[in-house]
């Protein structure tokens, strides 16, 4: 039973945000999982040559599997956006790049704007265990362990976060090994039950570039040869890895119904806890040890076990490890279960592969979606019961089907869980949000003014194309009142640089100002839109009055460029100063900018003085170049350097 005074110490997850294999966010892994898909692939090769590595046998140096789950486009990332210059993207892990457009989606979806936020204490826990794209460059050779690797240390992750958005509460990374972004949820609601933190964001990520993991575990027998995971079923053979990049926001349950905020399901409770030696070594997982983590996350939810309608397993499909924990979830959860209400327990690792580090993170996300659509989705790839489960025994079902979850008349319950070959387990407890409240509708023919902005002209055109289809019949715009659309375009969104506002009296009227650019003339709301066009900053509560409904809008459209070791883009530059500005400044500028001003730092700076070297082909005086203020001496002091080389 659920009882009411939990909600002190409930977690709102407010937003979510995620990059997974054949997923690029929340509602296209909805229709994945919906749809019973398998988005594992072929390894590409420009991650490694997986044919050339695999063996239909154990052998030394060889992996199991030419499969795995992929997310695409890890080079892409919008510099501009981030103020990197070139040089800095492209040296950047692509784990931290795409951690930080995921970051920004899940603060969008929660409507949390950035700029609101920074200088809060804030808190970033991210899961983790890989450093694959500072290790490739060290394996290079120790010349090209440069000051730029620094910036890719795994502590790195969270902590580049924090300084983008300036969040000002801790900033961890969390190795647990595969239970680490779980672990990360974990210590995200501790640290907003303690009030260390407002808000808290929680990721996972795991991007794959290196096969030596894989080799390792090919060796141990854990690689699923045909790169499925086979969660429940009698010929589970391993696991297949997968990317992933998912991330959370986090705040007290009460606070975010105060805030008007979006609950979009509520964290009731979690426990971690280490095997101990209750088995008979580190890396054998143990019974005991998963019964207690259960029953400890139980009690801190106030939920009594048997009310949980939906376990996301940990379900790797290892022979070893799918009975042990089917056996914990059937005695911890099964005990009191009523007859004929069997406790569904499925695995996303069935769909995208076994994202290590990253993949309790996506089994929340999945878990949260399950929850709001009332359904669990089909667990592929379990035809044939595994035999050392005692299913006659255990209310247990892995779900062949979609099913739609009852009515009981309480909250959807979900458990989440994670195992880590650290020997250290996780659980979180999820429960449905309640129904928002409805707000009364708007007047018919009022009109209202949307907002719209973005940090360059394309990217603005790009946005008032998604607002048109997102506003248009078959759209999800029409589902919502446009009162609220407006208010959480105005009052929710962070407002830049470019801007557009538009006019309209209906969801039609709309679209139809944005295709063109345009608004309805001669109403009242006209003077405002060009003010705020010119970038005049407005006072919405005076312009919507009552508060509306924060309803989810489209995301930012990002201007992602690709950026990866070796495929710089070289333009012919006519002169040293050319080149150095394109490759290194991170702003516009003219001769009377800083180099300061321009993000030429003292990291920079001694790049420059390497590359400058090479491409000059003479010493250069280091204190020299640090004299230098502005772009217009820079220029100067380059041409008589190309002078001198002639």
């Known amino acids: 039973m659920i009882r009411s005074d939990v909600d002190e110490r409930s977690i709102a997850v407010i937003g979510m945000a995620c990059r997974l294999p054949g997923a690029s966010g929340t509602d296209e892994l909805w229709t994945l999982l919906r749809d019973g898909v398998d988005a594992t692939s072929e390894t590409p090769l420009d991650r490694y040559d997986a044919d050339a590595l695999h063996a239909g046998s154990p052998e030394p140096g060889r992996l199991a599997s030419r499969r795995a789950g992929y997310v695409d486009g890890i080079a892409d990332f919008d510099a501009e956006f981030f103020g990197m210059s070139p040089t800095e993207a492209v040296e950047l892990d692509p784990q931290q790049r795409l951690l930080l457009m995921t970051t920004w989606e899940a603060l969008e979806d929660a409507g949390q704007r950035p700029d609101l936020i920074a200088g809060s204490r804030t808190s970033v826990f991210v899961g983790n265990a890989r450093a694959d794209y500072l290790e490739l460059t060290l394996r290079q050779g120790l010349e090209n362990a440069t000051a730029a690797q620094l910036n890719n240390f795994r502590s790195l992750l969270p902590a580049r976060v924090s300084h983008v958005f300036d969040l000002r509460g801790p900033s961890v990374v969390v190795d647990t090994a595969c239970s680490s972004s779980l672990v990360a949820v974990h210590q995200a609601v501790q640290s907003l039950r303690a009030g260390e933190s407002p808000l808290a964001l929680a990721a996972g990520v795991n991007i794959a570039l290196r096969p030596d993991e894989g080799v390792v575990m090919s060796q141990a027998g854990g690689m699923s040869p045909d790169g499925r995971s086979k969660f429940g079923d009698a010929f589970a053979d391993g696991h297949a890895p997968s990317d992933a990049v998912a991330v959370v926001v986090l705040k007290r349950l009460t606070d975010a119904l105060a805030d008007g905020d979006r609950v979009r399901a509520v964290i009731a409770g979690s426990a971690v806890g280490n095997d101990g030696r209750t088995s008979d070594s580190v890396l054998n997982p143990s019974l005991a040890g998963q019964l207690e983590v259960l029953r400890w996350a139980y009690e801190d939810a106030r939920i009594d076990p048997a009310d949980v309608d939906y376990v996301e397993a940990h379900g790797s499909g290892s022979p070893a490890l799918d009975p042990l924990e089917l056996t914990a979830l059937g005695e911890v959860l099964g005990a009191g279960r009523p007859a004929g209400r069997p406790l569904l327990v499925g695995s996303i690792k069935s769909n995208i592969g076994h994202a290590e580090a990253a993949g309790g993170l996506a089994g929340l996300v999945k878990a949260v979606l399950c929850l709001e659509n009332r359904q669990v989705p089909a667990s592929l790839h379990a035809i044939t019961p595994n035999p050392r489960v005692a299913w006659g025994a255990l209310p247990l079902m892995v779900p062949d089907r979609l099913y739609a979850l009852p009515d009981l008349g309480r909250p959807v319950v979900a458990g989440i869980s994670g195992q880590g070959s650290s020997a250290l387990n996780a659980h979180v407890v999820v429960r449905q949000a309640d129904t928002a409240p409805a707000h009364p509708g708007p007047m018919p023919g009022v009109p209202y003014v949307l907002v719209l902005s973005a940090r360059s002209a394309a990217a603005l055109e790009d946005l008032a194309r998604l607002y048109a289809d997102y506003l248009r019949p078959g759209g999800r715009g029409p589902s919502f009142a446009l ?62 009055g009552e508060p509306g409904r924060f309803v989810p809008l489209p995301h930012y459209p990002w201007q992602t460029k690709r950026y990866w070791p070796g495929e710089e883009q070289h333009t012919g530059d006519a002169d040293l100063a050319a080149w150095m500005l394109r490759e290194h400044a991170r702003t516009g500028f003219d001769d009377g900018s800083t180099l300061t001003e321009i993000g030429i730092d003292s990291l920079a700076k001694l790049r420059i003085l390497v590359e400058l070297a090479k491409r000059s082909e003479q010493d250069v005086d280091p204190d020299e170049f640090g004299r230098l203020r502005t772009v217009g001496e820079l220029r100067a002091w380059t041409r008589t350097l190309e002078a001198a080389a002639r």
């Not at 959480?488 to 650019?517: C, N, P, Y």
């Not at 005049?536 to 312009?543: A, I, M, P």
């Open 483 to 544: 009162r609220d659309i407006c208010f959480s375009a105005a009052t929710r969104r962070q407002h830049h640089t470019h801007r557009l506002a538009v006019v309209g009296a209906s969801h039609e009227d709309m679209a139809e100002a944005l295709t063109g650019f345009q608004g309805i003339g001669g109403l009242p709301l006209s003077g405002l839109a060009d003010r705020y066009r010119k970038g005049e900053d407005l006072h919405w509560s005076e312009v919507f």
